[in-house]
């Protein structure tokens, strides 16, 4: 299977900031299969992106992503307090799908 | 509007069965492919089951194949997973969760609020 690493694990930053986060595949992943979610407190996860850099319905375009192959970014341009979460990446090229183990971003 | 609710959640001792089902409602459920989602207290997500809309296509972890079945009653709009030999590492809130494809395996847009599993003696 797939082994996604998100890095960093977390993610200290201040309102306002710029938020950068990775996912590495341990083998290429097909087509650009990758997705991510959001995941706050308390609440089932959110789909942000798929296909890599296409945002979700209602996503804001502060949320962009990017990459191919094996390496994967996920970028918050200017942090907003709601988006204070947790975040996973998830491959569906390869079976099975896996997700990575997710990236914290707290309040600095 | 999609929903997603899952029941039959509950303690249950090593080895013993449960059966979690799943009611959506705000979409054409045999449109789309389904499957079960689960995270364990304080950790990630891990993919359990999937299953496309008439059920020619199903799938498992390596880590409940063999114990889990998943499938789905069409006419009811309702997703099964019957979870057998359960162990204690199978103690995890459950999602169900909604595909955008039918056909195949893609990503998730749709998520219920889970159902939780407790697997202990």
Known sequence: EIVLTQSPGTLSLSPGDRATLSCRASRSVSTSNLAWY???????????IYGASSRATGIPDRFSGSGSGTDFTLIISRLEPEDFAVYYCQ???????????GTKVEIK | EVQLVESGGGLVQPGRSLRLSCAASGFTFDDYAMHWVRQSPGKGLEWVSGITWGSFKIDYADSVKGRFTISRDNAKSSLYLQMSNLRVEDTALYYCVKDVGYADFLFFDSWGQGALVTVSS
């Open chain 1, 38 to 48: 959001q995941q706050k407190p308390g609440q089932a996860p959110r789909l942000l």
């Open chain 1, 91 to 101: 491959q569906y090229g390869g079976s099975p799908q896996t997700f990575g183990q």
